[in-house]
């Protein structure tokens, strides 16, 4: 499920934050998808 190609920072705080390099191409296809199926319907 997890596909650790990113950068993993730990906070002080104890969170864990994961930034994906393919962040924003990611968001950009499922934005896509969903003008897409909302286009379909």
Same mark, same amino acid.
């Given at each position: 499920? @997890?596909? @650790? %190609?990113?950068? /993993? %920072?730990? $906070?002080? &705080?104890? &969170?864990?934050?994961?930034?994906? $390099?393919? =962040? @924003? =191409? /990611?968001?950009? $296809? $499922? =934005? %896509?998808? &969903?003008? %897409?199926?909302?286009?379909?319907?």
């Amino acid at each position: 499920m @997890f596909n @650790f %190609s990113g950068v /993993l %920072s730990i $906070k002080k &705080e104890g &969170e864990i934050i994961y930034e994906k $390099k393919d =962040t @924003f =191409t /990611l968001n950009r $296809k $499922k =934005t %896509s998808c &969903e003008k %897409s199926s909302k286009d379909k319907i």
